[in-house]
């Protein structure tokens, strides 16, 4: 799945973006209690969370240097 990303929007927000929604899934599926896991749903959220950092991965690749210009760096 690719990112559709409107000319108008800077790399950078549509960058926090992703990354904000990669976060929140990420801290749903950490929340879960361990003991309550049904497997169905683990696999469910795993993949959502998976396929969006997927996501965010390809779109650092694809706009490397638009981002170091716009400021972020590397850690």
Same mark, same amino acid.
């Given at each position: 799945?690719?990112?559709?990303?409107? %000319? +108008?929007? %800077?790399?950078?927000?549509? $960058?926090?973006?992703?990354?904000?929604?990669?976060?929140?899934?990420? +801290?749903?599926? *950490?929340?879960?209690? $361990?003991?309550? *896991?049904?497997?169905?749903?683990?696999?469910?959220?795993? $993949?959502?969370?998976?396929?969006?950092?997927?996501?965010?991965?390809?779109?650092?690749?694809?706009?490397?240097?638009?981002?170091?210009?716009?400021?972020? *760096? *590397? +850690?």
């Amino acid at each position: 799945m690719q990112v559709q990303q409107n %000319p +108008s929007i %800077p790399v950078s927000e549509v $960058y926090w973006s992703l990354l904000h929604k990669a976060d929140k899934k990420f +801290s749903k599926i *950490r929340e879960l209690p $361990y003991y309550h *896991r049904n497997r169905h749903e683990y696999d469910a959220y795993f $993949y959502k969370v998976f396929k969006v950092y997927t996501q965010l991965w390809k779109f650092q690749q694809e706009n490397r240097q638009k981002l170091v210009d716009a400021g972020l *760096r *590397r +850690s």
